[in-house]
């Protein structure tokens, strides 16, 4: 059984650097084609992707905030990092990470709300 | 890379039909295989209930079907049930310049 779970501040200062962990269970990222995501879906809006990471430490971003966010894994503690800098108001947000087997997320975790604010 | 169309919003009445489309470009929906939608109940995370255009996974009920024509992906939703009303999104990963982007999600009302 598959469960993923985040984990970090529910509340940041702007400009700070938000880190947020997803710890999973039931799969290992180190299997071929196997890859974890972090999308954020700001409160009464629409979802939105922001990075994955595969099982061979590839790695993709969102475009729009590239700049600002990095993904790392911990397969020996099976968790996976995200960091965003630069914190803003606007990217007050309930954050989720799910698995990702090959195009698609099959299991979310139940997300956590960030809000950003001073 | 901008966000998938979606209508906002979307209607059936119990035991009806309704379907909900989903518009990108040749460059993610239309290049691709790689379409999957999410059902969103309130405050809860979305749940996978189509995957690679048509695929359904275990547990999501077959009244629940997907299609693609062009640059334009549809779920459509048979025999309308009050469990069914929640937010949908539809999603395509662009293998070419590895991302995924999501819909606007639409609001499905069961009257």
């Known amino acids: 059984q598959i469960t993923l779970k985040e984990s970090g501040p529910t509340l940041v200062k702007p400009t700070q650097t938000l880190t947020l962990t997803c710890t999973f269970s039931g799969f290992s990222l180190s299997t071929g084609g196997v890859g974890v995501g972090w999308i954020r879906q700001p409160p009464g809006k629409a979802l939105e992707w922001l990075a994955l990471?595969?099982?061979?430490?590839?790695?993709r971003y969102s475009p729009s905030l590239k700049s600002r966010l990095t993904i790392t894994k911990d397969t020996s503690k099976n968790q996976v990092v995200l960091t965003m800098t630069n914190m803003d108001p606007v990217d007050t947000a309930t954050y989720y990470c799910a698995h990702m087997p090959w195009g698609y997320f099959d299991l979310w975790g139940r997300g956590t709300l960030v809000t950003v604010s001073s | 890379q901008s966000a998938l169309t979606q209508p906002p919003s979307a209607s059936g009445s119990p035991g009806q039909s309704v379907t909900i489309s989903c518009t990108g470009t040749s460059s993610d929906v239309g290049g691709y295989n790689y379409v999957s939608w999410y059902q969103q109940h309130p405050d809860k995370a979305p749940k996978l209930m189509i995957y690679?255009?048509?695929k359904r996974p275990s547990g999501v009920p077959d009244r629940f079907f997907g299609s693609k024509s062009g640059n334009t992906a549809s779920l459509t939703v048979s025999g309308l049930q009050a469990e069914d009303e929640a937010d949908y999104y539809c999603s395509s990963y662009a293998v070419s310049n590895d991302f995924v982007v999501f819909g606007g999600g639409t609001k499905l009302t069961v009257l």
């Open positions: 690679e255009v048509n």
């Open positions: 990471i595969y099982w061979d430490d590839d790695d």
